[in-house]
């Protein structure tokens, strides 16, 4: 089945590109998150080439969103065995997930950090909880910002950014770093 890749929130369409076969990086589900419309194309145009599912969104607020209703319309949980597959009551209650059979609403969410109405560090912290709360495996979280000081480094980490990217960030910087998140 062909990769499939959003263009925008909840529009889907396939992607192929001359490139794909000669693409060493699996596939992955990125939500990419910036206020900048051309930012934000050239990121889209990265992922068709590469054949990457993707969801856009335009500010914080929107990329919480966007994470929350994803896992819901995606869910990808193990199902747990039944009562009948079970030997008891007890060790159907018993069944714990190991972190690695986890859900997971994206693989990777490229997060910029300055952006209206909720900045991407507060995005972040809601992702972050929001993952906690529901026992969901971390997605990874890389900034893709114009702030380069260590100060806004150390709080992008501190609201739980997994690595600092400052722009403009080289798309094959990208793929590298996407073989090492794979």
Known sequence: MPARAASAVGDSRPSSSPTDAANPTRPFTIL????????????????NRNRHTYETATNGLEAVE?????????????????????SSAAAFESVVVSPSERPKAFDVVLMDIS???????????????????RGLKP???????????ATAQQE????GIDLFLTKPVRLKELTKILERVG
Request: glycine share 2%; no cysteine; aromatic share 6%.
């Open 32 to 47: 990419m998150v910036d206020d900048n419309r051309i930012n934000l194309q050239l990121l889209v145009t990265y992922m």
């Open 66 to 86: 966007t994470y929350k209703s994803h896992l819901l319309s995606h869910p990808q949980s193990p199902r747990p065995p039944s009562p009948s597959d079970a």
């Open 115 to 133: 952006m209206p109405i909720m900045d991407g560090l507060e995005a972040t912290r809601n992702i972050r909880q929001y993952e906690r709360e």
């Open 139 to 149: 997605s990874t979280v890389i900034a893709l910002t114009g702030l380069a000081s």
């Open 156 to 159: 992008a980490f501190s609201s």
